[in-house]
């Protein structure tokens, strides 16, 4: 399916919003997700479905000022 995943087009398999992490290569329990503008907690990805044209935005903290 084809998503929008931090502004780039991304054709994936995945169903969900975890398995789309782990299959980007995102780790950590320190991500935040939102998925169409609304954040999405860590302990929902697993039961949170992708649809065709979703937008999903994966943060990080960074150091520095």
């Known amino acids: 399916m084809k998503l929008i995943v931090n502004g780039q087009s ?4 995945a169903e969900t919003l ?3 992490l782990t299959e980007l290569d995102f780790q950590g329990g320190w991500l935040a997700t ?3 503008g609304d954040v999405v907690p860590a302990k929902e990805r697993d039961r ?5 044209g ?6 990080s903290p960074m150091k520095g000022g």
């Open 10 to 13: 991304h054709e994936v398999a």
């Open 18 to 20: 975890a398995a789309l």
């Open 34 to 36: 939102a998925l169409n």
């Open 48 to 52: 949170c479905r992708l649809t065709e």
């Open 54 to 59: 979703d937008r999903i935005e994966i943060l």
